[in-house]
């Protein structure tokens, strides 16, 4: 199977060698972390079958958000945290887009650009959220995760937020619930968003670069309701640590072109398209995220540092529906585990030996 990982060791020289001099540190540091996953480079972790007694090597991997390879464990180890945090009720996916013209602004000034989103988007959920005509709790919660590509690479910053339907109001601590079917009007919220992205832009003095009449179209926000906390988190689940581009998307590289699978928007059928190895290197890089910056983010009551528990907001949903709601489920199915490829027993580790320390014996 082709992969990332070999696109990169094939072809990283060439690309170094075009465009070395231009590239952002965290975008070399990104290949070499890719080029050096699970090979000698990360060192070995060694394993030891308890039925047949056979020792097992496995090559490190490199643990970088972006490369495809290391992202699995990562996203059971957060889907299971979210399913034990999920409160009971209806829930609803929103999602804010930028128009294209926007776009440009935004990927050369990342960590401004993406911060923007976020502070924008949140608050305008939380300012309808606070309108008694909507919902009427000056206390909402929510997560978002950023996303920064299309489905063929191309670039396009978005943030998918996930809000269960209602919000608290802390003059008297009880939840004010949204109807199902609805949260707030989309109209509303490009307005608003689109304002308070605009005074973040003036703010950090990028407004001079921005087409004027990207203020004068409709921004495209999207709310749809999506039943559970369960089911919405799991959707969302394999995108919170999802790269750019997985492996399994990857068909094959031929005559210099990298050929890859995709869907179009409301479509089912797999297409296949193909880009220059070049240009598909630099699309997968131009995702890169900023050194440190936070892709996922939590709000109000579903903020880590909120005063009020999560045990006590779902006392509050459970007494506004007059507790008839079905609760949640806590159960999340365990990842499996490395097993013997001979008798299939589970692996004990024994000891991990790092690069430099790596003895010039083979094991197994």
């Not at 923007?116 to 606070?130: E, G, N």
């Not at 005063?307 to 949903?317: F, G, Q, R, S, T």
């Not at 007059?322 to 199915?333: A, K, L, Q």
């Not at 490395?338 to 027993?345: I, L, N, W």
């Amino acid at each position: 199977m082709v992969s990332i990982n070999a696109i990169f060791t094939t072809f990283g020289p060439e690309y170094l060698d075009r465009y070395g001099r231009k590239m952002p540190d965290n975008h070399r540091k990104t290949m070499d972390a890719i080029i050096s996953c699970r090979t000698s480079d990360r060192g070995l972790a060694i394993y030891k079958c308890p039925g047949c007694g056979r020792v097992h090597t496995v090559f490190q991997s490199c643990g970088n958000r972006h490369c495809p390879q290391c992202q699995y464990q990562k996203s059971q180890a957060w889907l299971e945290k979210q399913i034990r945090r999920q409160l009971p009720g209806h829930h609803f996916m929103v999602t804010f887009t930028v128009p294209d013209r926007l776009r440009f602004v935004i990927r050369s000034h990342q960590r401004i650009g993406y911060s923007a989103l976020f502070k924008a988007s949140s608050a305008t959920i939380k300012k309808l959220a606070a309108d008694d005509t909507f919902i009427g709790g000056d206390l909402a919660g929510f997560f978002g995760v950023l996303h920064t590509w299309g489905r063929q690479l191309q670039y396009h910053p978005h943030i998918h937020y996930i809000v269960p339907g209602g919000a608290i109001s802390t003059d008297n601590l009880a939840w004010h619930p949204s109807r199902v079917d609805f949260l707030m009007p989309v109209r509303a919220m490009s307005k608003i968003f689109k304002a308070k992205f605009r005074d973040e832009m003036k703010a950090a003095g990028l407004s001079g670069l921005i087409d004027k009449n990207v203020w004068h179209v409709d921004w495209n926000v999207n709310c749809q309701a999506v039943g559970s906390s369960e089911r919405s988190i799991k959707y969302l689940a394999p995108y919170v640590f999802r790269v750019a581009i997985s492996n399994s998307r990857i068909v094959k590289v031929e005559d210099r072109r990298v050929f890859f699978k995709y869907r179009k928007k409301g479509s089912r059928r797999m297409r296949v398209a193909s880009l220059d190895v070049m240009e598909f290197m630099r699309r997968f890089l131009q995702h890169v995220l900023p050194p440190g910056f936070m892709k996922v983010r939590h709000y109000g009551f579903l903020h880590p540092a909120c005063a009020i528990p999560l045990a006590d907001v779902e006392a509050m949903i459970a007494m506004a529906s007059g507790f008839d709601i079905e609760m949640p489920s806590r159960h999340v199915s365990q990842p499996p585990c490395a097993t013997c490829a001979d008798c299939g027993a589970k692996l004990i580790y024994c000891y991990s030996v790092l690069p430099l320390m790596r003895p010039p014996v083979r094991y197994g």
